[in-house]
């Protein structure tokens, strides 16, 4: 069964963003965009939720023609160029982005649909309303988090409105420039 692969970058405090969405406090290196595109080779498809997917949309599809991209962000369009994206929206009905996949209302279910299809694992970008939902639903089934060394005070919570505890069992510890990358799956009975 292919799981569903949160990555989230997240402050020491808990936040994935500022008050105002802001996400300027991230650490992002080369090393650790290496790391993160490991992902490339075991997923094949994105999800992402309806505010983070028109931001991808209006950015990825550019990567490729623009002779400023790094190789990095080249290496990350031409894995979304071929990969499914998912969105989770009930308002967007006709997406321009290829190979777009819209789940509505019944997202749960047509999530554990496409779980149980062949193809690689589902990774869950960003987004946070929509991991939130995610967790309350109990849909993801590895949390790759980037812990980076900077406390923000108040902001968007990466663990919000749950009601049952999700217990977790720690795969592996990476350290990049003061970043902690954790990856824990999720220990199911």
Not at 14 to 22: D, I, T
Not at 49 to 58: L, Q
Request: charged letters at 25%; proline letters at 5%; glycine letters at 6%.
């Amino acid at each position: 069964m292919r799981k569903v692969i949160l990555l989230m970058h997240v402050t020491l405090d808990g936040f994935v963003a500022g008050p105002n969405g802001e996400m300027d406090w991230i650490r992002f290196d080369d090393e650790l965009e290496a790391y993160v595109h490991q992902l490339h080779a075991t997923t094949d498809a994105a999800i992402y939720g309806r505010k983070t997917f028109e931001m991808m949309a209006g950015y990825w599809p550019t990567v490729l023609d623009d002779p400023e991209s790094t190789p990095g962000a080249r290496d990350h369009a031409r894995w979304l160029q071929d990969a499914t994206k998912i969105v989770v929206s009930t308002t967007i009905d006709q997406p321009t982005w290829a190979n777009t996949v819209v789940l509505r209302a019944n997202f749960a279910e047509e999530l554990a649909n496409m779980k149980a299809q062949p193809g690689k694992d589902l990774w869950l970008i960003g987004s946070p309303t929509l991991v939130h939902s995610f967790m309350q639903h109990d849909l993801i089934d590895e949390y790759r988090l980037n812990v980076n060394p900077v406390a923000i005070g108040s902001g968007i919570p990466l663990f919000a409105g749950l009601d049952h505890q999700i217990d977790l069992r720690l795969l592996e510890t990476k350290t990049f420039d003061g970043v902690v990358a954790l990856c824990y799956e999720r220990a199911r009975d």
